[in-house]
């Protein structure tokens, strides 16, 4: 049934600013919904009902609200949303993880499930109507799928099978590529073109699974140091530059940056920069 559903999911955080002085985080879900259905089968069939499914830990402190029209089914965390709509938002009142997130789903449901005698012992339900039953049968498989996807991420055998497959192996090596490519732009001095591939690893980084992140961490981290070491070293040359043109005053701005930058330096490449840093004060503030 899922393969009747494309859906595009855009994830909104947010501040909000009262007049009275206060503010708070919200976090917007907006998802585009495409059903696939070249006999116009499916919609306006009352064989079938649309469901998004919420998980509590989306929102531990505060009610989800939806933004367009929903039917909740079971308190706060499924909801029915028209086959004819084309999208559907909600919000909460507080800052979700991306953790969390990926727990929604979005589901195509068939309501007119019939009995049949098989290993699941699903017939001893008999024969289900929806309407009679108010989607009690209907939550209650929902639940048990949602409860078997969960045990499944709980203990990582999405990861394993996807390594069984090799997606491992073709994920490890895509952002291996790109720590290639960043260190490369290090090599020729441009900074500006490995930071942005560095932001390309990061968003990499947040999709693949926990065994890749841990091969790729140490060397990502060691990119990261060498980026920030790379910026340090122009705003120092930068510095100098404007000491040595008598631009003081576009020296003591950029003398700002380097002190913002060298505190997030590791302590290996604050030994690097410490003495120019101080020479560079002296020279703006006449002490030399």
Partial sequence: MQSKLIISTKVYHAQID??????????????????????????????????????????????????????????????QISLSDKELSYYTINDVSGENLKLTSTLLIPTSLQSKNSISGFSIFG????????????????????ILFRIMAMFGLFD???????????EYHAIMMLINDAKDYLDVNDVEKAALVYKEIKLTYESVSSGIRAKVYDQILELCSKIDEGYMRKLVQIANDDLRNKDKVHAVSVYGLMQSTYKKLREASKDLFEGEVKNIYKKISGSE
């Fill in 127 to 146: 024969s289900i109507n929806f309407s009679d039953f108010n989607y009690f049968y209907l939550v209650l498989v929902l639940f048990f799928v949602i």
């Fill in 18 to 79: 009262f007049l009275n002085g206060g503010s708070s985080t919200i976090t917007l879900v907006k998802k585009d919904i495409g059903l696939y259905d070249s006999d116009n089968a499916t919609l306006g069939n009352k064989d079938y009902i649309l469901i998004e499914d919420i998980p509590k830990d989306f929102s531990i402190d505060s009610n989800v609200t939806f933004v367009t029209k929903a039917v909740p089914l079971s308190g706060n965390n499924i909801f």
């Fill in 160 to 170: 394993k099978i996807k390594q069984k497959f090799g997606f491992g192996e073709r």
